[in-house]
T-cell receptor
Framework: DAGVTQSPTHLIKTRGQQVTLRCSPKSGHDTVSWYQQALGQGPQFIFQYYEEEERQRGNFPDRFSGHQFPNYSSELNVNALLLGDSALYLC????????????FGPGTRLLVL | GQQLNQSPQSMFIQEGEDVSMNCTSSSIFNTWLWYKQEPGEGPVLLIALYKAGELTSNGRLTAQFGITRKDSFLNISASIPSDVGIYFCAGHTNTGNQFYFGTGTSLTVIP
């Protein structure tokens, strides 16, 4: 039973660039949520995708966008990168209905220089 | 957004001791999850709670969903060195339909 997978594991970008992160949910899950975790802090909710639509969004600017594909995998895109975007980006998968239980992937470490 | 406060912020304990930590909120939650995160890795789900008053165990770990639905507790018995990590609580509210995370409790176990 495959767990949540994310790619790449690490990424280095410069200010102003754009980045795309990818996530495949746990087998049987249909909902993907993205989180940003700065060093020493808890994960902050960015947005959630279900049935290929953004269902909920946290307090993040429009530079953060996403997409969900028919196979439930998802992408997180960040445009016009800022130094403050450096963080661990976590993907979590769950079922859209029923008990709310999330499983996280290993994360993508993004460094913006 | 919702604010979840975890305490204590950090703990240094001797191997074999029991550990208690808690998470409080100003809002009511319908689900509480507890995670453990080690450096450079994603959080690993430890225990899920779905009903007020629910008490659930996972090996040496026991968690409770507070009666008021505004808090949750995690206990670890007979700690061992591999318990080292940061423990996060997360609460879910149907109105916001998202999880809110606590600030984390850093646990260090001294052999």
């Amino acid at each position: 039973d495959a767990g949540v997978t994310q790619s790449p594991t690490h990424l280095i970008k410069t200010r102003g660039q754009q980045v795309t992160l990818r996530c495949s949910p746990k087998s049987g899950h249909d909902t993907v949520s993205w989180y940003q975790q700065a060093l020493g802090q808890g994960p902050q909710f960015i947005f959630q995708y279900y049935e290929e639509e953004e269902r909920q969004r946290g307090n993040f600017p429009d530079r953060f966008s996403g997409h969900q594909f028919p196979n439930y995998s998802s992408e997180l895109n960040v445009n016009a990168l800022l130094l403050g975007d450096s963080a661990l980006y976590l993907c979590a998968s769950s079922l859209g209905v029923g008990k709310k239980t999330q499983y996280f992937g290993p994360g993508t470490r993004l460094l913006v220089l | 957004g919702q604010q979840l406060n975890q305490s204590p912020q950090s703990m240094f304990i001797q191997e074999g001791e029991d550990v208690s930590m808690n998470c409080t909120s100003s809002s009511i939650f319908n689900t509480w999850l507890w995670y453990k995160q080690e450096p450079g890795e994603g959080p690993v789900l430890l225990i899920a709670l779905y009903k007020a008053g629910e008490l659930t165990s996972n090996g040496r770990l026991t968690a409770q969903f507070g009666i008021t639905r505004k808090d949750s507790f995690l206990n670890i018995s007979a700690s061992i060195p591999s318990d080292v990590g940061i423990y996060f609580c997360a609460g879910h509210t149907n109105t916001g339909n998202q999880f809110y995370f606590g600030t984390g409790t850093s646990l260090t176990v001294i052999p």
